[in-house]
């Protein structure tokens, strides 16, 4: 028996199994928030201004975000129709998985990966398919491939992998991409691709356009690179009739004017942005270093984060970095991620890590072999 409190009307009972989802606590004043992936850098003024400029709120939004759809379209070299806009590109994955899975069909997606995942499942009424990780915490692809049966409706791949870190390679994910049905949906999750410095890193907009696989969508995000996780605002890009059952499935009118105009403003601020996801990937890169060097195995990290192999010591070495104020993302039994955020948060990770890591007993995974 539980002492859950009773739910008053009927709920299908795999939702209500389903735990409510709860955000990340808020970090306090003097503490780092380092356990949501976000950009540590203020909007840029150009973004705020545009925002500001978009006061018709009194009427609904353009439908089609069809401004931001064009300009995406032309950076992408494909049709308006190929560009799908929303609000967050969870929404996106949302509206896919419902567009094509339900009871019966089945949802292959590696794991540990996006937290999201199970859940979208869930929610359609599908069965979850989670293929685990390989030893260095990368897709294993060649055994997503083989989990692939007749009810199988999408494959998801996540690149780079959150919260473990590393990048498919384009050769890879080609291979991978080949062997899968026509008719399976294939999603690449692309939400960390600007932080990407790996240059055999996939690009799945290389796979759209002319070279096209009509059964793959790439999906992007303004969250995380741009800065705009407040905002709401994530795009996909496919094949016109596949974006067309997530739009059937989407709730119309959800990205709003204000969302819309600074994600165009930040496509006018490239450079400026261009700049700062330079500094992330560098710090994130000297982060992962020191982490190495304190004496943790780090699997190779491309995103705006890094991975904490802690295993079932994940909660306490997370309490470490809370106490020390550092507010990181642990995944009970698995390992702590944390995020790259302001340059006076590296040496305090640092410090902490290079103090907690002697807790792991020895010959433990987290433990790098320095
Ligand atoms: C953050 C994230 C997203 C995007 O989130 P939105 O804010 O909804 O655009 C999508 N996939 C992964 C793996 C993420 O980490």
């Known amino acids: 028996m539980t002492d859950a409190p009773q739910i008053p009307v009927r709920v299908r009972p795999a939702i209500a199994a389903l735990p409510p989802y709860r955000q990340g606590r808020q970090a306090g004043a003097d503490a780092f928030k380092l356990s ?13 201004a545009a925002m500001q400029s978009a006061t018709a709120v009194n009427r609904y939004p353009d439908a089609g975000a069809a401004r931001l759809a064009q300009r995406l379209a032309d950076r992408f070299g494909v049709e308006p129709d190929e560009v799908h806009i929303a609000a967050g590109s969870v929404s996106i ?68 992998n959150n919260p473990t870190g590393p990048i498919i390679t384009q050769a890879e994910f080609e291979q991978f991409i080949d ?49 705009l996780a407040g905002l709401r605002i994530g795009y996909a890009v496919g094949h016109a009739r596949v974006l067309d059952a997530a739009r059937t499935t989407g709730i119309p ?9 600074a994600a165009l403003a930040s496509l006018d601020a490239e450079a400026e942005l261009r700049e700062r996801i330079t500094v992330i990937a560098e710090r994130r890169d000297r982060l992962a270093e020191g982490l190495r060097a304190a004496g943790w195995s780090v699997p190779e990290a491309q995103g705006n984060f890094v991975w904490l192999p802690a295993g079932e ?11 020390g104020g550092l507010v990181v993302r642990p995944f009970a039994g698995d390992g702590v991620r944390i995020t790259v955020g302001e340059e006076e948060s ?20 987290g433990r790098g072999l320095a």
């Open 36 to 48: 949501s992936n976000e950009n540590p850098f203020d909007p840029l003024p150009g973004v705020i």
């Open 346 to 365: 590296v040496e305090k990770v640092l410090r902490i890590a290079a103090s907690v890591v002697k807790d792991l007993p020895e010959g433990h995974p």
């Open 93 to 160: 994955l949302s509206q896919l998985v419902l567009a094509t899975s339900g009871p019966g069909d089945e949802v292959v997606y590696a794991w540990r990966s996006f937290e999201a995942y199970p859940g979208l499942a869930v929610v359609a009424g599908a069965t979850s398919v989670a293929v685990p990780l390989t030893a260095d915490f990368r897709h294993d692809l060649d055994a997503m491939v083989e989990a692939i049966t007749d009810r199988t409706r999408v494959v998801i791949v996540c690149t780079p």
């Open 313 to 323: 010591h994940a909660v306490d070495v997370a309490a470490a970095f809370d106490a």
């Open 253 to 261: 009118l959800s990205v709003t004017a204000p969302a819309e105009a």
């Open 179 to 227: 062997r899968v049905p026509g008719d399976v949906l294939v999603i690449l999750d692309e939400a960390y691709a600007e932080f990407v410095t790996d240059p055999d890193a996939v690009d799945g907009m290389r796979l759209l356009g002319g070279t096209r696989r009509d059964n793959l969508v790439v999906l992007r995000t303004f969250s995380k690179a741009y800065g």
